[in-house]
């Protein structure tokens, strides 16, 4: 063990007296990333990058809520059919039409197609386009049922319909779609919850349930892109919040006071016209509720994500979005030459006749492979991780503040370094035992990183999941992201990292035994 | 005298990227005695560093085994490379590192630690007259101090073994001196068995107690120097350094014929030094005389009469160059 100890730390040693070596392993791509962020981020401010045409499937399953239902009075309080009125008399059904559906209205906003609801007119129900802080276009004629979308999502978004969720999510998953936007069935009885009756007769709304919630599907090959979305579909949702809550509280104020009146016996019932009373609850303007809607905090528990969490990237400033899937795929690429290279030393090694005066002592060969390798190993490791420290000490100074942008999880941050540097000086032990001589590994080394590269995405551009997924930058990569918005769903990417490392190792270790025959 | 390497049928086999195989060492057998300085003398590619490689565990060998201090090198590598030190032909340094970092390191893949490397780095930096640098990169080292540093790093596990594999190439002569001497020592005052390979016959027969002569991966004579020498005879040697012109067989044959004590004439024409190469060895005429000092009159006499114009004479005594011009017809540089 001694020995290959010494082995080790005279690798890790020899390597960071190299200064041409430092440059490289660090400098470069601490430069690389910083220029990426700087370019993409624009600093500390807190705009988006400019994108265009994102596209997104967008799955509209929601089956709308009808406001009868809503209201539901009669099955609420039967104990009104015990009196002189009929029920059904005292709130006849509402007019054909007066079903909300929300999941419609969202779809035809990313769509950028008009916005067409049946309950939505200015005389029954509410007006979508005269809630304060809407998306929509102010400035479509009044009375009409049409609200165009305010005309940045047509350029932003490039979305197509799709009639399945699992059919959309196949589409991201073969990189057709960045996100698709999935409405489940509950979506508007999520938003506009229906009326119950608690103990003391007292109207409450109900409390949503999750099976309402939006579910973004993000491709973990464009998670800038799929995060715009997230955002885009976070404000509209925000909106039919706004409108849900408003409209609740003012039907659950008016039917409160309406029950208490008769309780009090303020109203005489046979005096009282509930048919008037109940189309003036229909024809509630939303447009008099619009400043209560902006004053309630959003609801952000109405959309999930699945696949990519895009929580945190949306609050972190843009420099810290670019940073990490920039900064880490730098990171990991220039380690890749690091281990390639680092491996190929053996070469060097036997030229320089270091590596015979090793294998004449009493040292096993073996001993001296694993602590080349252990050595290369614990470089990489210490890389990336310098990397991303200094990555993390560029990100606060660009912004501003001192900012975690890997997150806070530092046991798991070494945790998938330390994956990735096994896997990435596997792939040097497999790259170097393929090749037949030092010339052939700064041929192939240099190829096989650039394409990991091509394919993790650490050129800027993303290729299909399907094919990133070869490459064990988009991996690391995707851990690090994860890490960044404070997930922790990587174990797969662990498993893939250990894994890969472990058999490229197993591999490349059984290839250069036979190169090794000196 | 006790045995320390002995090799039997040690044979080397490579395959050529078209499918042929090279016979690098034909079945070699060696007796080195403990305490003795033994050579291995051949010209380049003669096999010398192939033999000396299988006997020390670099290569293993096709077919045959060598013993070190009885513990085969193929059944029991560990145990007989504890008994060996190794110095190759190339300056096998760290250039990054100092001198006292790379026989430290060295020191540990021998199991060595703690104080005790370090003093036995101590002794081998004071041994070298190198401890006033020991703390300087080899890279900033002459030529010369890095040789003895590459030979002291052989030395550090105190081994009875030691191989030496050319360890004069490409250093001027006081450094040569010096290296020749430090080996002198080592048998002398420590009692160290030496495996010498070069292919400088002077190196030889200053060093060795017995040498064995190789070529074409085979041992063609093996003894002490007197031995071998006695295989030639008691003739003289007279090499004639020529210029560059066409000399006919005829005039060797009359050189023969007509001079007193002649027994054989050798040529070897003008010859370039490798392809890309202008400089040229000039052509080498050998006369075997059993007086050459008494024969050279005439031979000038003749080769002048034939119009050979002659650069240089040298008469040499009965030596291992001229055994092994005797054994294969051509002279150790070729």
């Known amino acids: 063990m001694r020995k290959i100890l010494a082995v080790a730390f005279k690798e890790l040693y020899v390597t960071f007296r190299d200064r041409n070596l430092i440059l490289l392993m660090f400098a470069t791509p601490l430069v690389l990333s910083t220029i990426i962020g700087m370019a993409f981020g624009s600093g500390g401010d807190s705009g988006l990058p400019d994108f265009a045409d994102i596209t997104v499937a967008v799955v509209n399953l929601d089956e709308g809520v009808d406001l009868q239902e809503t209201l539901n009075l009669p099955d609420q309080f039967p104990n009104l059919g015990a009196g002189p009125t009929d029920p059904a008399a005292l709130l006849p059904p509402l007019p054909d039409g007066a079903a909300l559906n929300f999941g419609d209205q969202l779809a035809a906003i990313l769509l950028s197609q008009p916005v067409e609801s049946p309950g939505t007119t200015a005389t029954q129900g509410f007006d979508l386009s005269e809630l304060e802080c809407s998306l929509l276009d102010q400035s479509e004629s009044a009375g009409t049922t049409v609200a165009a979308p305010l005309g940045s999502l047509d350029e932003l978004l490039d979305a197509t319909a799709m009639d399945t969720a699992d059919q959309a999510r196949a589409a991201v998953d073969n990189g057709e779609f960045a996100a698709a936007v999935i409405i489940p069935p509950g979506f508007s009885s999520h938003v506009m919850p229906p009326f119950a009756f608690d103990a003391g007769f007292i109207p409450r709304v109900q409390a949503a349930g999750v099976e309402g919630t939006v579910e973004v599907y993000a491709s973990g090959g464009l998670p800038i892109s799929a995060s715009i979305v997230h955002s885009v579909v976070v404000g509209i949702v925000n909106q039919f919040v706004r409108v849900g809550v408003a409209l609740g509280a003012t039907l659950e104020t008016s039917v409160e006071a309406l029950v208490e009146g008769i309780v009090q016996g303020e109203f005489d019932l046979n005096a009282v016209d509930l048919s008037t009373l109940s189309t003036d609850l229909q024809d509630l303007d939303a447009a008099a509720l619009g400043p209560l809607g902006c004053l309630i905090t959003p609801g952000a528990n109405n959309i999930s994500t699945a696949q990519k969490p895009l929580a945190a990237i949306q609050e972190a400033p843009p420099f810290s979005r670019i940073i990490v899937p920039a900064g880490a795929s730098q990171a990991v690429f220039f380690a890749l030459f690091t281990g390639v290279f680092g491996i190929q030393s053996i070469y060097q090694e036997r030229r320089n006749w270091t590596l015979q005066r090793m294998i004449v002592s009493p040292t096993p060969r073996f001993f001296l492979l694993i602590g080349k390798l252990l050595g290369n190993l614990v470089i990489v490791f210490l890389q990336i991780l310098i990397l991303l420290a200094a990555l993390t000490l560029i990100a606060s100074l660009v912004i501003g503040q001192p900012t975690l942008v890997w997150g806070t999880n530092i046991a798991a941050i070494l945790v998938v370094t330390l994956a990735l540097s096994l896997c990435v000086t596997g792939l040097g032990v497999f790259v170097v035992g393929l090749a037949k001589s030092p010339e052939q590994v700064n041929l192939f080394g240099p190829m096989i990183n650039i394409s990991l590269a091509v394919l993790g995405g650490a050129f800027g551009f993303a290729l299909p999941d399907q094919a990133a997924r070869f490459s064990l930058i988009y991996w690391g990569v995707d851990a690090f992201t994860q890490l960044a918005n404070a997930q922790t769903d990587f174990a797969l990417n662990l498993l893939v990292l250990f894994g890969q490392g472990i058999l490229l190792f197993l591999l490349g270790a059984w290839l250069f035994k036979r190169r090794l025959d000196l | ?227 071998l020498t006695q295989q030639v005879g008691e003739e003289d040697r007279l090499e004639f350094t020529i210029g560059e012109q066409e000399i006919a067989e005829t005039l060797f044959e009359r050189i023969q014929q007509k001079t007193p004590g002649v027994t054989r004439v050798l040529y070897n024409p003008t010859e370039q030094l490798s392809d890309d190469s202008s400089e040229s060895v000039p052509a080498l005429m050998t006369v075997f005389a059993k007086r050459g000092r008494t024969a050279l009159p005439q031979i000038l006499q003749e080769l002048d009469s034939a119009g050979v114009e002659i650069q240089s004479v040298t008469v040499r005594e009965p030596d291992l160059e001229a055994v092994f011009l005797a054994l294969t017809g051509r002279a150790l540089r070729d």
């Open chain 2, 1 to 227: 005298m006790q045995t320390m390497v002995e090799t039997r049928n040690l044979r080397k086999t490579y395959n050529r990227p078209d499918g042929s195989t090279i016979e690098a060492v034909k079945g070699v057998n060696l007796e080195i005695r403990q305490g003795e300085i033994f050579s291995l003398l051949g010209p380049n590619g003669a096999g010398k560093t192939t033999t000396i490689s299988m006997i020390s565990g670099l290569v293993e060998p096709t077919e045959g085994d060598a013993t070190i201090g009885g513990h085969s090198i193929t059944a029991e590598p560990m145990a007989a490379k504890r008994l060996m030190g190794f110095v190759p032909q190339e300056i096998a340094l760290y250039p990054e590192l100092s001198a006292r970092q790379n026989l430290a390191f060295f020191g540990r893949m021998y199991g060595l630690g703690g104080k005790a490397l370090n003093r036995r780095v101590d002794e081998l930096l004071e041994f070298v007259d190198l401890a006033d640098r020991q703390n300087d990169r080899i890279d900033t080292f002459s030529g010369g101090m890095k040789r003895r540093i590459n030979l002291v790093a052989g030395l550090l596990n105190s081994p009875p073994l030691i191989y030496m594999d050319e360890p004069t190439v490409g250093i001027d002569p006081q450094s040569r001196r010096r290296i020749l001497d430090t080996v002198k020592l080592l048998r002398d005052e420590q009692d160290m068995t030496v495996l010498y390979t070069t292919h400088l016959m002077e190196e030889a027969q200053e060093l060795s107690d017995r040498v064995a002569i190789i070529d074409h991966g085979e041992i063609i004579a093996m003894g002490t120097q007197d031995e």
